[in-house]
């Protein structure tokens, strides 16, 4: 009985001294720096743009090494250069990491570290990393009425509240066109051509070139870039641009059709308007005001379900292609 006791006791001291060292390597290992979690995460493909990247460590940060931190966009040709990052933040164990601005759509991002990343209080990641995600996104009017099966699908997996809505910019805020007929403004003055002017008030960032067509019966008649007023005028307006442009041999009853390009000459705004001068008057002017509740924000599905005169301003200011959703991981 001694012997089988003095063996089991062997046994077992076999047995801690090799499960010891071994608890104890499992141990180290899960205390060394790693990343636990990322959002977004790598290869998610619809990543809103208005996102800030959150990278979460196994351990809280002591600081960050900003130059060893890199987040870059791909080009249409392949290759990646760097956007530039507003801020980098340590809030516990995460790192934020901000854009300084909103990324653009259909575009993939990659994060990358090289090097010493960030300092932990279980020491240093030196892990070279490297993810990417995308920002594709699905037009409303795809998802809501021509694909239901999207719709279902995306209702599957995410909550109205994870599907976010993006109505486009709008950067065109008024439309004044003044029109002169051919002839003399009084009896007893001489006659001159007609001169028709044309006002575009336009927000003040992003807007580049500004179009102009006349068109009649969808037939353009005459078309030009206006141009930029640099000097005060009594229509200048705070946070706005005004362009110009001037045509004669209009005829009285024409279309007026404004275009709104960025500097990438990508068309950001577009409106058209019926032009008709009344009968027997010489100077006519005509001005259109545009005010958005929508343009430029960001929804929830959510937030249009719960509010019925959001959801018809979204729709009564944006044409339903042009509003994009994302969707926002959990």
Same mark, same amino acid.
Request: charged share 25%.
């Given at each position: 009985?001694?012997?089988?006791?003095?063996?089991?006791?062997?046994?077992?001291?076999?047995?801690?001294?090799?499960?010891?060292?071994?608890?104890?390597?499992?141990?180290?290992?899960?205390?060394?720096?790693?990343?636990?979690?990322?959002?977004?995460?790598?290869?998610?493909?619809?990543?809103? $743009?208005?996102?800030?990247?959150?990278?979460?460590?196994?351990?809280?940060? &002591?600081?960050?090494?900003?130059?060893?931190?890199?987040?870059?966009?791909?080009?249409?040709? #392949?290759?990646?250069?760097?956007?530039?990052?507003?801020?980098?933040?340590?809030?516990?164990?995460?790192?934020?990491?901000?854009?300084?601005?909103?990324?653009?759509?259909?575009?993939?991002?990659? $994060?990358?570290?090289? #090097?010493?990343?960030?300092?932990?209080?279980?020491?240093?990641?030196?892990?070279?990393?490297?993810?990417?995600?995308?920002?594709?996104?699905?037009?409303?009017?795809?998802?809501?009425?021509?694909?239901?099966? &999207?719709?279902?699908?995306?209702?599957?997996?995410?909550?109205?509240?994870?599907?976010?809505?993006?109505?486009?910019?709008?950067?065109?805020?008024?439309?004044?066109?003044?029109?002169?007929?051919?002839?003399?403004?009084?009896?007893?003055?001489?006659?001159?051509?007609?001169?028709?002017?044309?006002?575009?008030?336009?927000?003040?960032?992003?807007?580049?070139?500004?179009?102009?067509?006349?068109?009649?019966?969808?037939?353009?008649?005459?078309?030009?870039?206006?141009?930029? $007023?640099?000097?005060?005028?009594?229509?200048?307006?705070?946070?706005?641009?005004?362009?110009?442009?001037?045509?004669?041999?209009?005829?009285?009853?024409?279309?007026? &059709?404004?275009?709104?390009?960025?500097?990438?000459?990508?068309?950001?705004?577009?409106?058209?308007?019926?032009?008709?001068?009344?009968?027997?008057?010489?100077?006519?002017?005509?001005?259109?005001?545009?005010?958005?509740?929508?343009?430029?924000?960001?929804?929830?599905?959510?937030?249009?379900?719960?509010?019925?005169?959001?959801?018809?301003?979204?729709?009564?200011?944006?044409?339903?292609?042009?509003?994009?959703?994302?969707?926002?991981? &959990?």
């Amino acid at each position: 009985m001694k012997r089988l006791i003095g063996t089991l006791g062997m046994v077992l001291i076999l047995l801690l001294s090799i499960a010891v060292p071994f608890f104890n390597q499992q141990a180290k290992a899960s205390s060394y720096p790693q990343i636990i979690k990322m959002s977004p995460d790598s290869r998610d493909q619809f990543v809103p $743009v208005d996102t800030d990247i959150q990278i979460q460590f196994n351990s809280p940060i &002591r600081s960050i090494n900003s130059q060893n931190i890199k987040l870059q966009v791909k080009t249409n040709s #392949g290759y990646f250069y760097n956007v530039p990052i507003k801020s980098l933040r340590k809030d516990g164990d995460t790192l934020r990491i901000i854009p300084d601005g909103n990324f653009q759509f259909n575009k993939e991002y990659r $994060v990358e570290f090289n #090097g010493s990343a960030a300092e932990l209080q279980n020491g240093t990641y030196n892990t070279y990393l490297s993810y990417s995600f995308q920002t594709n996104y699905i037009d409303f009017y795809e998802l809501m009425v021509v694909n239901e099966r &999207r719709l279902s699908n995306m209702l599957n997996s995410y909550a109205p509240r994870q599907i976010k809505v993006f109505p486009p910019e709008r950067y065109i805020n008024e439309l004044t066109v003044m029109h002169k007929k051919p002839g003399a403004l009084a009896d007893d003055q001489t006659a001159f051509s007609g001169v028709t002017n044309i006002d575009i008030v336009t927000k003040d960032y992003d807007v580049k070139y500004v179009h102009v067509d006349l068109m009649k019966n969808g037939k353009i008649l005459q078309k030009g870039f206006a141009s930029k $007023v640099t000097e005060q005028t009594k229509n200048t307006k705070k946070n706005s641009f005004i362009f110009d442009i001037g045509f004669t041999k209009v005829p009285d009853f024409f279309d007026v &059709r404004v275009t709104v390009q960025n500097a990438n000459q990508e068309t950001i705004d577009t409106k058209v308007i019926k032009f008709a001068a009344e009968e027997g008057k010489v100077l006519n002017s005509f001005k259109e005001t545009y005010k958005y509740v929508t343009a430029g924000n960001v929804y929830s599905l959510h937030d249009l379900l719960s509010d019925e005169k959001l959801f018809t301003s979204l729709l009564a200011e944006s044409q339903m292609q042009d509003i994009k959703v994302q969707v926002v991981d &959990r």
